[in-house]
């Protein structure tokens, strides 16, 4: 923590403006990236109008939205209206101020982290930020005066109060071997071993929270196009409707920054490049960890084009009854094995690896059913035949039946 705070303004006012550039790009790159991989996951092209083999159709549906008239329907609460967007955006950008991008680096003679700042408890911070940003989205569809969009914001919170305990439970284990909440301490402890080896089981569990925190397939259903018209943002057009956009694929690259760095080392390089003297120094270091959050917004991806959407009971049933009891066993289990290793006994480190094998084997067996399809109602029973059950008005020509002469 003694690296930060002695910077000089215009290097601070430089990486501010670096991170939000950084954010910016990858948005765009992003959605490019994912229409694309979409078509051809989906046998078909994606974008290729607009520029070299469509590479700028993110820029111009910026451009577009940007342009496009806003409409305001009436009946809304203007106020709330207009500041929920904003609620739902400056959190996404600031939390992204307590990832660590590399090591101490020379800019222009001043010695400076690749990290904007740091905090002692920078993790519970950024998980707090992502909490404030859910109040945009639920104050959106309060304010848009629309039924949809209300049960688009209402089931944003019941996802956020579901998902947010067992992603804080896969933190604990991720404080209890770092043994601070310091993203750069994190990072720093994760020298030698990365935790996704450690603690799998938290990682396993961060994974399908970080996917539910976010909104995205197939947990998106504050914005089920099938039941709520586009959820929560239904009422919104033109800028504000790209902030909502913005904020949603920068929450992605945030979430997958913070995988990056709690489980899979941060900015270190991955083996073999790790044992070339030079990999974790320098500018290099800003190329591993750009790798990790790509491949994380990839998965994104991927389960968009794979699984479709859960039920509501079983989105629900999926945290509170599965993701929640995981993440309690486990962190008990993470607690023993490292109160007998700061004991003396190092080699329950063999153990705890075990352990975390054998648990993650476990999670992923159980969530196989209500992720592969094949979690079903029962059939209902057939109706018998005869006369309906319920009263049916009569017919053209034809005389009433007994329930509906009654009903009448």
Same mark, same amino acid.
């Given at each position: 923590m003694t690296g930060f705070g002695h910077d000089t303004w215009w290097l601070v006012a430089a990486k501010a403006v670096a991170v939000f550039v950084f954010l910016v790009l990858t948005v765009l790159v992003a959605i490019l990236a994912e229409r694309k991989l979409l078509g051809r996951m989906q046998l078909r092209w994606g974008p290729n109008r607009v520029g070299p083999?469509?590479?700028? #159709?993110?820029?111009?549906?910026?451009?577009k939205l940007a342009l496009k008239e806003a409409i305001m329907p009436a009946g809304v609460d203007r106020p709330v209206y207009l500041l929920a967007p904003i609620i739902s955006t400056i959190p996404a950008i600031t939390a992204f101020a307590f990832i660590p991008f590399g090591p101490e680096v020379s800019v222009f003679g001043?010695?400076?982290?690749? #990290?904007?700042?740091?905090?002692?408890?920078?993790?519970?911070?950024?998980l707090a930020l992502s909490s404030i940003g859910v109040y945009g989205i639920v104050l959106a569809g309060w304010a848009s005066g629309s039924t949809y969009p209300l049960l688009g914001g209402v089931r944003s919170t019941a996802q956020v109060i579901?998902?947010?305990?067992?992603?804080?439970?896969?933190?604990?284990?991720?404080f209890l071997y770092a043994g601070t909440m310091s993203t750069s301490h994190i990072v720093a402890a994760q020298d030698r071993v990365w935790f996704v080896f450690l603690l799998l089981p938290s990682f396993l569990v961060y994974l399908v929270s970080m996917v539910g925190e976010t909104n995205r397939a197939p947990f998106d259903l504050p914005e089920a196009e099938g039941e709520l018209v586009a959820g929560f943002h239904t009422e919104y057009s033109s800028l504000p409707f790209a902030m909502f956009y913005l904020a949603e694929y920068i929450n992605m690259t945030t979430v997958s920054a913070l995988a990056a760095t709690l489980f899979f080392g941060g900015w270190h390089a991955p083996w073999p490049l790790n044992m070339w003297a030079g990999a974790n120094s320098g500018w290099f270091p800003l190329i591993w960890f750009t790798a990790k959050v790509w491949t994380f917004l990839f998965v994104y991806?991927?389960?968009?084009?794979?699984?479709?959407?859960?039920?509501?009971?079983?989105?629900?049933a999926l945290g509170w009854k599965t993701l929640i009891p995981v993440s309690l066993l486990w962190v008990m289990i993470a607690a023993v094995i490292r109160t007998l290793r700061n004991n003396g006994l190092e080699h329950w480190t063999a153990v705890l690896v075990v352990a975390s094998a054998v648990t993650a084997v476990g999670l992923l067996l159980y969530l196989r059913r209500p992720l592969s399809g094949l979690e079903t109602r029962p059939e209902e029973a057939p109706e018998p035949a005869g006369e309906p059950a319920f009263p049916t008005p009569p017919l053209p020509d034809k005389a009433p039946t007994k329930e509906g002469a009654r009903a009448s």
């Open positions: 083999r469509g590479y700028l #159709q993110s820029l111009a549906d910026g451009i001043h010695r400076t982290m690749l #990290q904007l700042t740091d905090l002692p408890v920078a993790v519970l911070f950024i579901s998902y947010e305990v067992a992603m804080g439970l896969s933190f604990a284990t991720v991806f991927w389960l968009r084009a794979t699984l479709p959407r859960l039920r509501y009971d079983q989105f629900m």
